[in-house]
């Protein structure tokens, strides 16, 4: 079946602007997470959402990063106001409900000039 | 919060040898721990997870090992291939029904196997 799809693959902005990244996660996982890896590194954990729900959003470096969920689906990442430094891939995963096992989408790569 | 660390930053070995990763973690309450391949431009792909109610686990070539007394678990892949060079990543999760599961991760092992 599918897996989790993202788009866009690759995104190329200039500071200050904004980015929308989009996740589809695999149909029917109620558990949806967002991480970042920045080159090098392994992945922090950004947002987690349960059904459209996001009990934990601990993991956002700041307050120009926001994501919602809608119909238990679709997941956007928002970054305002882009700095250098956001500059990273941005992973989604899925799950189903108790199974421990997240999948993996191929990931945005976003560089900020 | 979890802390996981992870061992050797790279690691190159001779086609048909064995390889070694190495992980501590810092929370006790921990009880899921995943290993996972990522290969150039992609994400990664779970190959074999362990819970702390077991002490190890085989799938064919790859075995990981967990230690809760001294927290550490370990990853061992036998008979090296080519195929088989990649960025491994380990993680430490706390899964329980009302915990969200996020995965907190190793800074990654480059392998190469050379032919």
């Known amino acids: 079946g599918a897996g989790v799809s993202q788009s866009p693959s690759n995104k190329v902005t200039e500071k200050g602007k904004d980015v929308e990244l989009r996740c589809d996660p695999i149909?029917?996982?109620?558990?949806l997470y967002w991480y970042r890896q920045r080159l090098g590194q392994g992945l922090e954990f950004l947002i987690y959402?349960?059904?459209?729900?996001?009990?934990?959003k601990s993991g956002l470096p700041s307050d120009r990063f926001s994501a919602e969920r809608t119909g238990e689906s679709v997941s956007t990442l928002t970054i305002q106001r882009t700095q250098q430094e956001d500059s990273a891939v941005y992973l989604c995963?899925?799950?189903?409900?108790?199974?421990?096992?997240?999948?993996f989408g191929p990931g945005t790569r976003l560089t900020v000039l | 919060g979890e802390n996981v660390e992870q061992h050797p930053s790279t690691l190159s070995v001779q086609e048909g040898d064995s390889a070694v990763i190495k992980c501590t973690y810092s929370?006790?309450?921990?009880?899921?721990f995943p290993w996972y391949k990522q290969e150039l431009g992609k994400g990664p792909q779970l190959i074999i997870d362990?819970?702390?109610?077991?002490g190890e686990k085989k799938d064919q070539r790859i075995a990981v090992t967990l230690n809760k007394t001294a927290k550490h678990f370990s990853l061992h892949i036998t008979e090296t291939q080519p195929e088989d060079s990649a960025v491994y990543f380990c993680?430490?999760?706390?899964?329980?029904?009302?915990?969200?599961?996020?995965?907190?991760f190793g800074q990654g092992t480059t392998l190469q196997v050379k032919p």
């Open positions: 995963a899925s799950k189903r409900g108790a199974n421990n096992e997240q999948f």
């Open positions: 149909s029917g996982h109620t558990a």
């Open positions: 959402f349960q059904g459209n729900s996001a009990p934990d």
């Open positions: 929370d006790s309450a921990s009880n899921y």
């Open positions: 362990i819970r702390s109610n077991v």
């Open positions: 993680a430490a999760s706390y899964a329980s029904g009302g915990n969200t599961g996020k995965l907190i």
